[in-house]
C-alpha cells in the first residue's frame, strides 16, 4: 500500500551513516585502530608538543590519542575533543575520568559546526578521512587555531588543506 505523506529526508545523510557506524563500532573501536597506533605516535609526534599547549583533537573518537597528547602537554596543557557520536565521546569521557585529567574539555558536535572556544596551538586529524573532506569543518579548526600553530593529519586521502590558510600542516597518507 502507498502512502500519499512525502517522503522525509534527512537533511545529512551521510552525517546519519556516519553516526550509525561509530553507534555499532563504539564497543569495539579501540581494538580495530591498535595496528594503526605507530601512526598515531609519528603524527602526535610531530605536532612538537610542549608544555602548556592547547590541542583541538578533531574527531577524537574514543580518546585514543589523550595518553600522548597528555605526555608531551602536561597538566598545564589543555585538550579540547570534538566528537559528533555521543558513543564514541562516551568512551573518551570514561578514558579520562580513569585517568584523573581534569584539562580535557568536550564538544559533542559535527565539527564543521563545534564551538570552539579556545585559541589552540596545535590540531590533529587522526583516521578523520569524513572530517578533512569537510571544508566547513576544516575551516572551524583553522580559524580556531593561533599563528604558527602546527596541523597534522594521519590516515586520511584526499586532504585540501592547501586551499585554505594554514601554514605548519603535515600530512601522513
Known amino acids: 500500500m502507498r502512502s500519499n505523506r512525502p517522503l522525509m529526508r534527512s537533511p545529512n545523510p551521510g552525517r546519519q551513516r ?32 610542549e608544555v602548556g599547549l ?19 602537554l602536561g597538566p598545564r596543557g589543555r585538550i579540547v575533543g570534538i566528537e559528533q557520536s555521543p558513543e564514541m565521546l562516551e568512551r573518551a569521557r570514561k578514558r579520562v575520568s580513569r585517568h584523573g585529567w581534569r584539562n580535557v574539555t ?13 585559541g589552540a596551538d596545535a590540531a590533529l586529524f587522526h583516521f578523520t578521512h569524513d572530517i578533512v573532506r569537510n571544508r566547513e569543518a576544516i575551516g572551524n579548526v583553522i580559524r580556531h587555531l593561533k599563528p604558527g600553530a602546527r596541523v597534522v593529519a594521519a590516515g586520511a586521502t584526499r586532504i585540501r588543506f592547501h586551499q585554505l590558510p ?8
Open 18 to 49: 556516519a553516526l550509525d557506524q561509530y553507534r555499532l563500532r563504539a564497543r569495539y573501536y579501540d581494538a580495530e585502530l591498535l595496528a594503526f597506533e605507530p601512526i598515531r605516535r609519528q603524527a602526535i609526534a610531530l605536532l612538537g608538543l
Open 54 to 72: 592547547t590541542v583541538l583533537d578533531v574527531g577524537c573518537g574514543t580518546g585514543l590519542s589523550f595518553e600522548l597528547l597528555q605526555q608531551g
Open 166 to 173: 594554514c601554514q605548519n600542516t603535515v600530512i601522513l597518507d
Open 106 to 118: 568536550f564538544l559533542n558536535a559535527p565539527v564543521e559546526a563545534a564551538t570552539i572556544r579556545v
